[in-house]
């Protein structure tokens, strides 16, 4: 099963690192129909073939993806669109 994984560095008091992780949360949902919910400062989201996490901490911002078969193929599309939303976002970027 294919991974990806993605860190991306942020300045955010820990109250805005979670407004900007529920942003990234919102665009994968609505672009990949996943569900998501928080466990503490882990953002859990999931959909048939696709598992993952987005854990925060003072510093970075870490998105592991779990792909099954289906989705292996796409790891680097997914890879890129998750990487490009975490930058934008995290970095205050509008």
Not at 27 to 53: C, I, P, Q
């Amino acid at each position: 099963m294919p991974n990806v994984h993605i860190v991306q560095e942020h300045t955010l008091t820990p109250k805005k690192a979670r407004e900007a992780a529920e942003k990234v949360a919102v665009k994968l949902a609505e672009e990949f129909e996943m569900e998501y919910a928080w466990d503490g400062d882990v953002l859990n989201f999931e959909r048939s073939g696709v598992s993952g996490t987005l854990t925060l901490t003072r510093h970075k911002a870490e998105m592991l993806i779990k792909l099954g078969f289906l989705f292996g193929a796409f790891a680097p599309v997914i890879e890129a669109k998750a990487s490009e939303k975490m930058k934008k976002i995290f970095s205050g970027a509008k």
